[in-house]
């Protein structure tokens, strides 16, 4: 592999990332009543890292101690964006993070694969957690997720910030009224040029860099261009796509406004019908999800930058007494004979993040609005869509098992294989 062996990363970090005495200890290592200032560290720093770190230090009550990469340069360019990065100090490895005691939040904004092993070990050390989509690369994570909140009592805000959207909310209340009538099918569109990424070969990391930190639970793979910062996205081993990207948002929203959970079936004929490089994930996916009594249709184009419907990334729901559409020009509803209205605004990022600092000064998980619960149901449907193309046929899921029925080859990729070192942590 490259220049970082394992071995030396073994030598400078100490055997067994996943082992780290802050894995193991107990909740009451944290302060048990939150006082009212809730210091955060930010882990991974690429762009939206950053967004992450200069929106965290923003927030009132909430200061910023710490972020974290494994690409020195990531630490360097998110501290120059920051007002007050004299307060900030900086970190390769997140384990020594989870040991401070005087932090009590977190931000993951890593790979998808780094996200759940990160999140859980941050539960388990007595943090409260903001996780950025899809919470899990896999569905066997998901589960542990929402069982480390309910355990540890933690907040666990999902990146899906469309659920602090003002306009979003209001336009999901309007359809809770019955005003769009029987609302019997939604559409989740992720409709928009993805540019192809060629060939690129193998190099060393660049200097610095701790990449074996980088791969984490994924199998050993030499550097590539193409494997790294953003573009890992189309990397089964790290990343799930562009659903579990881009479209995560739009099934997010669909799924609320049904306003159900699990579906019963899914079937999500898709592929490679434009790229002819280095991309494992599809660019064409068109799945079908089966719940009671309603449908969820996610058209995923990534060939061109054309609306579908008015849209690029968007929903539509129908209902029988008219069409709601939430999109970037914000939510308009259509009513059967009367012209277009705006209803209100689209996502919030920053309402989001004020929703989780509050929800954690107040202690009160219940009060999030992207609950890791909803996170978990909705990467759910980003995972099953991609089990289905990858294996090539319809899925029958039973919820309660979280297990398609009578397919070995779909229930292997509900999980992962962990590379020794990076297994997830376990729930004390
Ligand atoms: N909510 C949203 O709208 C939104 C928008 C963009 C990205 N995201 C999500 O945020 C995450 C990051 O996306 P990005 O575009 O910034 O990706 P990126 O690849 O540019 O940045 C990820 C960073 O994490 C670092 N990293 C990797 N492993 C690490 C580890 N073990 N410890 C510390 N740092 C580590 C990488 O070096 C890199 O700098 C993704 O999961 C993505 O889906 C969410």
């Known amino acids: ?22 894995l193991v200890q107990a909740t009451s290592s944290v302060r048990a009543a939150p006082s009212r200032q809730v210091r955060h560290a930010v882990i991974g720093l ?13 927030i009132p009550n909430c200061e910023l101690l710490a972020i974290c990469d494994v690409d020195p340069e990531q630490r360097a360019k998110t501290l120059s964006a920051l007002k007050n990065p004299e307060n900030v100090k900086e970190y390769e490895d997140f384990r020594h993070i989870l040991d401070r005691k005087d932090i009590d939040t977190i931000s993951v904004a890593t790979p998808d694969h780094w996200h759940a092993p990160i999140a859980l070990a941050a539960m388990i050390a007595g943090k409260h957690v903001y996780v950025e989509k899809p919470c899990c690369h896999n569905i066997r994570e998901g589960q542990l997720l929402v ?30 009224d019955g005003k769009l009538g029987k609302v019997r099918a939604a559409k989740a569109i992720n409709h928009q040029l993805r540019e192809p990424v060629g060939r690129a070969p193998e190099e060393n990391p660049p200097t610095g860099v701790n990449y074996d930190l980088w791969l984490g639970p994924a199998p050993v793979h030499a550097f590539t261009r193409n494997r790294w910062h953003y573009e890992w996205h189309w990397f089964w081993d790290y990343g799930t796509g562009d659903t579990g990207n881009d479209g995560i948002h739009q099934m997010d929203i669909a799924r609320w406004g049904l306003g159900v959970q699990f579906p019963k079936a899914v079937s999500a004929p898709g592929g490679q019908l434009f790229y002819e490089d280095d991309h494992e994930t599809p660019d064409t996916q068109i799945a079908t999800f089966e719940f009671d009594g309603c449908y969820l249709i996610y058209e995923m184009r990534l060939w061109t930058d054309y609306p579908l419907e008015g849209h690029d990334n968007g929903n539509v729901f129908y209902g029988d007494k008219g069409v709601l559409e939430i999109g970037r020009r914000g939510c308009e509803v259509t009513l059967i004979g009367e012209p277009k209205k705006q209803l209100g605004g689209g996502s919030d990022w920053d309402a989001n993040a004020r929703n989780f600092i509050e929800c954690v000064l107040a202690n009160n998980p219940a009060g999030l609005n992207a609950p890791i619960t909803e996170g978990f149901a909705s990467a759910t449907l980003c995972h099953l869509a991609n089990i289905s193309t990858r294996v090539g046929r319809k899925l029958q899921y039973d919820a309660a098992k979280h297990e398609c029925i009578g397919d070995a080859d779909a229930n ?7 590379r020794q070192g990076y297994e997830l942590p376990k729930l004390v």
Request: glycine share 12%.
């Open 46 to 58: 690429g762009s939206q890292g950053r967004r992450h770190a200069k929106g965290f230090e923003q």
């Open 147 to 176: 069982e480390a909140a309910e355990k540890y009592k933690k907040c666990c805000q999902h990146g899906t910030q469309s659920r602090s959207g003002q306009g979003i909310k209001d336009a999901i209340q309007f359809m809770r």
């Open 1 to 22: 592999m490259s220049s970082v062996t394992r071995r030396n990363f073994l030598k400078t970090a100490g055997a067994g990332v996943l082992a780290s005495s802050a």
């Open 412 to 418: 292997k990729l509900l999980a992962r294989e962990y």
